[in-house]
């Protein structure tokens, strides 16, 4: 099962950064495949709330769906994600650093079977990890620019 893991420092409170993570309107303006994202169930941030978003990778459109499991306030959001090309689980934490808040990516997706895994699978978490990095890079820019709330 490939695992991603990125962090980044921004500086900015926890509460500015988790608003800014949590909030799916923004995840289209920092991620550099997602083209939409909807919360379509649920009401903000809880377990049970579900997104729907569209990314554009490989020149193929993909649409998936995904469902908040666990959430702990300006700490940690886990969300699942069955419906969709690539299964995932996505844990996002928020950790109070002296220089700011540094925000933990950790993506684990179901793998390929056979030859595609062995082959290919490798290379493609390797390119997903520099890509999840820079917009990891990107969300801190626009964190760090736009007013705090």
Known sequence: MPVIEECVTVAAPVAHVWTFMTNPDNFPTYSSFATECEQVAGNGVEPGACYRFVVNAVNRRMEFTSQTVEVEEGKRILSKCSDGPIPYTLELRFEKTEGGT????????????????????????????????????????????????
């Open 102 to 149: 540094t925000v933990h990516w950790r993506q684990e997706a179901n793998s390929y079977g056979g030859m595609v895994r062995l082959l290919w699978e490798p290379v493609v978490t390797k390119i997903y990890a520099k890509n999840i990095r820079s917009d990891l890079e990107s969300a801190k820019t626009l964190m760090e620019t736009l007013p705090q709330t």
